[in-house]
């Protein structure tokens, strides 16, 4: 049989596999008093107050939660919401669901009681595991996992052996944006976390001694991959800070842990240089920075350069694959490029309108990525209609605009679609204005992301009030309390524009593109 020219070329996964056995195993036998995993309140405290577990420690608690899980009737492929903050305890309900064969639904604690609620009925989620602060309404036959009964799975009296899973059978499932204006949820693949290889190579370099911090919260697959199980499947220490939100911490962290990688989205290291004197730490640990999320602009990776003397390595991915192109010590960087797909991938450029034959550099169109690359998801969880969307015949075709130049390095050129970039995550501008159209002042609304600098973007409502003469008709407050009342904070607009009307398509639809324009 002739194989198809088009394919994934790196080492495929076992059959059988597991991905938390993959992540923890191991290092559990090889390393087994190192620290894996290292979790910070205070970032001013001395580094032995912070709350570490060694891989023995991490390996058996998560296959006692595991049993717990089991035990307590969450069958094989059952899903399990997680809603708390950023603790350890979310690290190890997701790991240990996952050990026990379960499919663990990890959710923002920025979502509001509304969005979880939706969550958790469109996952159809026979648990829910949460912190005493969020709020959400299970039905009945939905048990609820108080922090008590969390505190006694962790200690549950047998530890199980990792579930016999197929590479193919269920791992996770996340939510991201859709483009009907709901969240969609993203089902991954055990094997998803082989997928992530690599990246290890082909964006950290990252080594058995990396101590690697990462700035994110435990929801986003950004954390969940680079910050926790790539680390884990590497035999390194993790690092995560779950205390109050101050730029200030960053560089506290890095030198007091000693920090070997550090990750965050180019909008938290453009804070960072600008209210901190990075030159006054030791960040002699650093070997360089990793970020993703959204585009880097040349501007700030030079002053990231100048200032810490530090490489800034950029990757391009999203929750369907992760990330898959990307810039790394041995592909050096170029500004205005997040890099060159990842060795073994097979990443291409598509035509816009239809076609599967791949575009020749200097083309541009849509990135695409094939089928037979490990990483990529299962598909969307009870969404057939998005699927067909994405797929081109052997492709998975995510929105993004790009082309390659002639050396093989990407230049992106934004989206296809309408979908937003908030700190790196992608917000469907529906579901924003589905939520401001409910507002009795708002007669019409479109939703848009607009540029403010090179490097920046916030989004912006451009707001037709039902009666402009009314004294609150053109107050932009209220309308921004309702949208933080009813969405996460990061979906939130920034701005109110009020207009008078709104640009049209010949057919009546509005030009989310033109907003920018209109608002001159």
């Given at each position: 049989m002739v194989r198809n020219r088009w394919h994934y070329t790196g080492q495929l996964p076992p059959t059988r596999f597991n991905m938390a056995r993959y992540c923890l195993a191991a290092a559990a036998r090889d390393t087994p008093d190192k620290v894996a995993l290292v979790v910070v309140s205070d970032a001013k405290a001395l580094p032995e107050r912070a709350e570490c577990w060694t891989y023995r420690q991490l390996d058996e608690t998560v296959r006692q939660v595991a049993a717990g899980l089991r035990a307590w009737g969450l069958d094989p492929g059952a899903r399990l919401m997680i809603r708390m903050g950023n603790t350890s305890d979310y690290a190890l309900l997701f790991f240990g669901a996952i050990a026990a064969g379960c499919v663990p639904l990890p959710s923002s604690a920025q979502l509001t009681e509304e969005e979880a609620d939706f969550l958790l009925a469109d996952a159809g989620a026979e648990m829910v595991a949460m912190s005493e602060e969020l709020a959400i309404h299970p039905p009945p036959d939905v048990r609820v996992l108080t922090p008590a009964d969390i505190a006694r799975l962790r200690t549950h009296h047998d530890a199980v052996d990792y579930a016999d899973t197929a590479a193919a059978d269920p791992a996770f499932l996340i939510y991201t944006s859709g483009t009907t204006g709901q969240p969609k949820g993203v089902l991954h693949a055990q094997r998803s976390a082989w997928g992530r290889r690599p990246m290890y190579q082909g964006w950290y370099d990252i080594r058995q001694d990396d101590v690697v911090l990462h700035t994110g919260a435990f929801n986003w697959t950004y954390t969940l991959g680079v910050g926790l199980t790539d680390p884990w499947a590497n035999g390194a220490t993790a690092v995560l800070y779950n205390g109050p939100r101050d730029i200030t911490v960053w560089p506290m962290l890095m030198e007091k842990f000693q920090a070997t990688l550090f990750a965050a989205v180019p909008g938290l290291y453009r804070q960072i240089l600008k209210y901190n004197d990075l030159r006054a730490f030791d960040l002699s640990s650093l070997r360089h920075g990793l970020t993703a999320g959204e585009a880097l602009g040349s501007a700030l990776l030079e002053q990231w350069r100048t200032t810490t003397g530090k490489e800034l390595y950029?990757?391009?991915?999203?929750?369907?694959?992760?990330?898959?192109?990307?810039?790394?010590?041995?592909?050096?960087?170029?500004?205005?490029?997040?890099?060159?797909?990842?060795?073994?991938?097979?990443?291409?450029?598509?035509?816009?309108?239809?076609?599967?034959?791949?575009?020749?550099?200097?083309?541009?169109?849509?990135?695409?990525?094939?089928?037979?690359?490990?990483?990529?998801?299962?598909?969307?969880?009870?969404?057939?209609?998005?699927?067909?969307?994405?797929?081109?015949?052997?492709?998975?075709?995510?929105?993004?605009?790009?082309?390659?130049?002639?050396?093989?390095?990407?230049?992106?050129?934004?989206?296809?679609?309408d979908m937003m970039n908030a700190m790196g995550y992608r917000v469907s501008p529906l579901e924003v204005e589905h939520c401001l159209s409910k507002h009795p002042a708002v007669a019409e609304v479109a939703v848009t992301e607009l540029r403010v600098r090179e490097g920046v973007s916030v989004i912006a409502a451009f707001v037709v009030p039902r009666d402009p003469d009314e004294p609150d008709g053109l107050d932009a407050a209220p309308l921004l309390a309702y949208a933080h009342e009813h969405l996460a904070a990061y979906k939130c607009p920034r701005e109110v524009i009020f207009t008078d009307g709104l640009p049209r398509t010949a057919n009546g639809k509005v030009r989310r593109r033109d907003l920018a324009w209109w608002r001159r």
């Open positions: 950029e990757a391009l991915g999203m929750s369907e694959c992760s990330t898959y192109i990307s810039s790394s010590p041995s592909v050096g960087v170029r500004p205005g490029s997040s890099g060159k797909p990842q060795q073994g991938r097979c990443v291409v450029v598509l035509p816009v309108e239809e076609g599967e034959e791949p575009l020749s550099p200097g083309e541009t169109g849509l990135l695409a990525v094939h089928r037979s690359d490990p990483g990529l998801m299962l598909g969307y969880w009870k969404r057939p209609d998005e699927e067909e969307l994405v797929y081109r015949g052997e492709w998975f075709i995510g929105g993004d605009l790009v082309h390659f130049d002639a050396d093989g390095y990407l230049i992106y050129h934004g989206r296809n679609d």
